[in-house]
């Protein structure tokens, strides 16, 4: 068959060549990133959203999670309204208005409705996966313009001048009101070298609050010489932030606010101990963590922090799984295995650390509704209190297996010091209740007072350890705490020996000054100790280094609350100018490494508990007695005040669980 015309003939191998006779260049190019373009649309997703790779009905699934968990909560969602007021109640409440812009109102029906959503979302692991995140506390008060005077106290007075009138009604009503705020900030003295010396500590605490942040944010502590961060052993390896917990009542306190909110939002997201894989002890854990937010939650309300204490508290639980209820010293809290220090009297566990928990379990009980912490604390005091003392003394070890005391050492200083502060401070916090905390702590200053407490050659008071029924002459910085608490349990405790107690107070507050001025530094070494020769000075190189402690400037704060002998001012602001010639790093403030040295070489570490301890009562000796009342607060061993139950409206006690003595 013949055909008209030209027929191409194609092939498999001339049809690209035909393909690419037919398009140029850049319409190839583009047709290319329309196909490409095409298939990540389609394919991409797979890929780079991980909630859609188990397919759309995985996500419907988890859709449908959220709205069945928000149906759960949904009817926490509606608060009541609160009912009217009336009455007294009614009255004050009609003037809070005076300055409701100062402070957040807290009303009681909110505030429930408001927890009881809150237990419902964090029972619920589900609902607590999608990261419902309380609202932070909003505070506006400028670390740089702190307030001159309490706010919150200029309008009590008002509130209560409106509301009583004049005179003898006014006062009454004025003292009503005024015992339901206690007064936490501002606070200042009327004497203006006083204000002047209170403005130099608050420069103090930011210039270490600011290395800290800059160098050593969420580390455990501060490097201020080689700007880093540290972490001491008692802190286990990983960073906790303890600086932040111990600073954050400091800095509230100072009125130091932009710092104060720094600190509270790292615990907010930051601060979990479930991500913990090492071991810390116990005793330290308690007073500077969950001590710190117990005190920060009283003064604030926050319920942020209480429940964070819940949380770690609840961590250290394992280690009171023994035969006598005498926890462990260490815990991992990871695995919950607990051990004791292997240098410890047999393993023995230590009479300053499981003694020393009182305070901040008895409050969390009583502020959370949950009586473990309490009953592990009365279980300790009760072995503690049943077991045979040698010569009336208290050991500093006691076997948690057996309940039976260690070796026969028993010290004011280190490895007892802080039990005998506790059972003076456990009575005050009752508001007088626990009478069997007061007895025990007079029978046992009785015995310290009539074994230990000496006096040397030239007449220093001081207290000695006794070692296997042989004393020694030595005496700890740690120690030099015991003449606030002699102060303290004479104010108190009112017996025929206060006048006796009040003078061995006074004898200790100044040979503990003595350790201070007998040395080029105008600091006072770890120990010092009392020959024919020597008196109030460290004899081993060991013993001469001084590491930010707060003990002495303890008791000068207890010694000025007291007696108003203006020298613990002087003695207080002297030791401010040696910390501030010695200890001041271009970072921060450092520990030295011997005080006897004109120019001492710094040991480049920012202890946490300068913040909470050194720093703060250093504040407090510039400050009204006022500010954090000793009517109302008990300090810890860590200088974390916490409130007087009956006394003090800050205490926040649990509605559904009642205090049992």
Known sequence: MAFGGVIPLYSKRSAPWALRRIFRSKEKVLILLVCLTFLFICIGPIFFLPDLRGGLSTRVD?????YKQMQKAGPELILPPPPPLSGEEGAVRKHEGVYHNLVEHNDVHLSDDKQRLMEKINSDDELRHLRVIEKPVVLTVSSTAASKVNPIVEQVDESARVQGGSGVEAEKAGLQVK???PVVQAGEDADPVARQRREKIKEMVLHAWRGYKTYAWGKNELRPVSKRGHTAGIFGRQDMGATIVDALDTLYIMGLMEEFNEGRAWIQY??????????????????RFVGGLLSVYSLTGDPLFRDRALHIARKLLPAFDTPTGIPY????????????YAWASGGSSILSEFGTLHLEFVYLSDISGDPVFKEKVFRIRDVIRKTERPDGLYPNYMNPKTGKWGQRHTSVGALGDSFYEYLLKAYLQSGGKDEEARD?????????????VLKSNTGLTYIAESKFNRLEHKMDHLACFSGGMYALGAKKIESQLSATH?????????????????????????????????????????EKYYILRPEVIETWFYMWRITKD?????????????????????????????VYMENPQKDDVQQSFIFAETFKYLYLIFSDDSLLSLDEWVLNTEAHPIPIAGNNAFYRKAEETENQW
Not at 62 to 66: E, P, S
């Open 62 to 66: 988890h859709v449908y999670k959220v």
């Open 179 to 181: 015992k339901s705020l």
């Open 270 to 287: 930051h601060l979990d101990f479930n991500q913990l894989r090492s071991e810390m002890s116990v005793f330290e854990t308690n007073i």
């Open 329 to 340: 010293a260490l815990i991992n809290v990871g695995n919950g295995i607990a051990k004791n």
């Open 440 to 452: 025990m702590y007079v029978e046992a200053i009785a015995a310290i007072t009539n074994r230990l």
């Open 502 to 542: 009040l003078e061995i107070a006074e004898g200790l507050a100044n040979t503990c000054h003595e350790s201070y001025i007998r040395t080029p530094t105008g600091l006072g070494p770890e120990s010092f100790r009392f020959t024919e020769g020597i008196e109030a000075r460290a004899l081993k190189s060991s």
């Open 566 to 594: 203006q020298k613990y001012r002087e003695w207080a602001w002297e030791a401010v100018l040696a910390l501030e010639k010695h200890c001041r790093a271009e970072a921060g403030y450092s520990g030295i490494q011997n």
